[in-house]
């Protein structure tokens, strides 16, 4: 295990916060950067259908769909102590569905695809899938969400399939922490999918970390070494309430203290330049090969550039992550709903979707479904 950790590391083998105000970075600190968007671009080719634009004028050009329920780890932030009771199989879409509502999707003017779970390696004909969503007209961009267990052996011919970009989620560095938040062995295997990864020519190899208070908090900095001299971009994400993961305001470490706490490491840490419709805040460090980022969903939302919309694996269409609502595309679809009747149904989803989610207090009172469910 040591010899797999030094490969991306090259090392030696009462509530506190007085008010809101404490998550807000200090707008006047200067990280090198001050433009945090880059102009909008009127001319990014495909023409996207009405069907995909909100109220607000945003266009959805981003689906994420969830290809299972299912998954081999049972991590504390994703999934209940005593599980979740999964979709009976009939339910789930199966390959041609998917197909078919990716293909409508793209035609009307989505360009990037992002396949989640559960844990999407485990469907066994992701290869299928990948290559079929690849040579779909218009997209661009083909990525999965996975947790890296069984990556490593699959990747050589996802990528072959198309696989363009991917995200590998690690909590932490320490393979007893590991095995405590996704009771189950196996972080050696991570480490072996993020070098695979490297190896097979990704640029960057991006690591999602969700930092949670009093158990890898301590590793930020840790995490930020591996982006010396690999192409990795390490994404620190806010711990986000959904059902079941017993959220509390006290294990968030928000965007601020994070940012804080890689600066007086890194003082040469500077704000990158940040496509309108980014997740995250991007940094770069003098000298380091990789990216250091921060997903910060709960303490400065992104919603007005958001341009996501997710198929969940029960066919159910979900515009907003932290939103209730959802609609069934399955049901239409396997009544006999032709594709303009499909998309009248999308469109009428997209238009209800509110202008950002509900903050990070209401959002913990809010009916949701477990992470899990909805697909990473």
């Keep these: 295990m040591k010899r797999y950790i030094s490969r991306i590391t090259n090392w030696p083998t009462p509530f506190p916060f007085r008010n809101l105000n404490f998550f807000m970075v200090d707008k006047e600190r200067n990280f090198g950067s001050k433009p945090t968007k880059e102009p909008i671009n009127n001319e990014e080719g495909n023409q996207i259908s009405d069907m995909l634009i909100d109220g607000f004028g945003r266009k959805h050009t981003y689906l994420r769909i969830s290809l299972t329920e299912r998954c081999n780890l049972r991590c504390q932030y994703c999934m209940p102590a005593e599980g979740v009771d999964l979709t009976p199989s009939p339910k789930l879409l199966t390959h041609n569905e998917i197909l078919r509502l990716a293909n409508l999707f793209v035609t009307s003017g989505v360009d990037k695809i992002r396949l989640t779970g559960g844990e999407p390696t485990v469907r066994k004909d992701i290869h299928d899938i990948c290559s079929n969503l690849s040579s779909l007209k218009g997209l661009k961009t083909l990525a999965v969400t996975t947790n890296g267990i069984i990556l490593a052996k699959k990747l050589p011919m996802l990528k072959q399939c198309g696989l363009t970009n991917l995200n590998i989620s690690l909590d932490t560095l320490v393979p007893s922490k590991f095995e405590f938040m996704t009771r189950r062995k196996g972080h050696h295997k991570v480490i072996e999918s993020i070098n695979a990864a490297i190896d097979l020519g990704y640029n960057p190899v991006k690591v999602n970390c969700v930092v949670m208070r009093g158990f890898n908090d301590d590793e930020i900095c840790d995490f930020v070494n591996l982006t010396v001299d690999k192409p990795i971009n390490v994404r620190f994400i806010e711990f986000m309430p959904f059902d079941g993961n017993v959220w509390n305001v006290k294990k968030l470490i928000p965007y601020s203290e994070m940012l804080d706490t890689v600066a007086k490491k890194f003082p040469t840490l500077k704000r990158l330049c940040d496509h309108p419709?980014?997740?995250?805040?991007?940094?770069?460090?003098?000298?380091?090969?990789?990216?250091?980022?921060?997903?910060?969903?709960?303490?400065?939302?992104?919603?007005?550039?958001?341009?996501?919309?997710?198929?969940?694996?029960?066919?159910?269409?979900?515009?907003?992550?932290?939103?209730?609502?959802?609609?069934?595309?399955?049901?239409?679809?396997?009544?006999?709903?032709?594709?303009?009747?499909?998309?009248?149904?999308?469109?009428?989803?997209?238009?209800?979707?509110?202008?950002?989610?509900?903050?990070?207090?209401?959002?913990?009172?809010?009916?949701?479904?477990?992470?899990?469910?909805?697909?990473?």
Excluded: W, Y
Excluded at 284 to 300: A, K, L, R
Excluded at 305 to 310: A, E, F, M, P, V
Excluded at 313 to 320: H, I, Q, S, Y
Excluded at 329 to 355: F, N, T, Y
């Design 277 to 376: 419709t980014e997740t995250a805040k991007n940094f770069q460090i003098d000298g380091h090969v990789g990216t250091v980022s921060f997903v910060t969903s709960m303490t400065e939302h992104f919603c007005a550039g958001c341009n996501r919309l997710r198929l969940l694996a029960d066919g159910n269409l979900k515009v907003c992550l932290f939103g209730p609502s959802e609609v069934s595309l399955r049901d239409p679809l396997r009544s006999g709903a032709g594709d303009e009747e499909l998309r009248e149904i999308i469109g009428a989803a997209v238009k209800r979707k509110k202008a950002s989610h509900a903050g990070m207090f209401d959002i913990a009172k809010t009916a949701n479904r477990p992470m899990i469910h909805i697909g990473g």
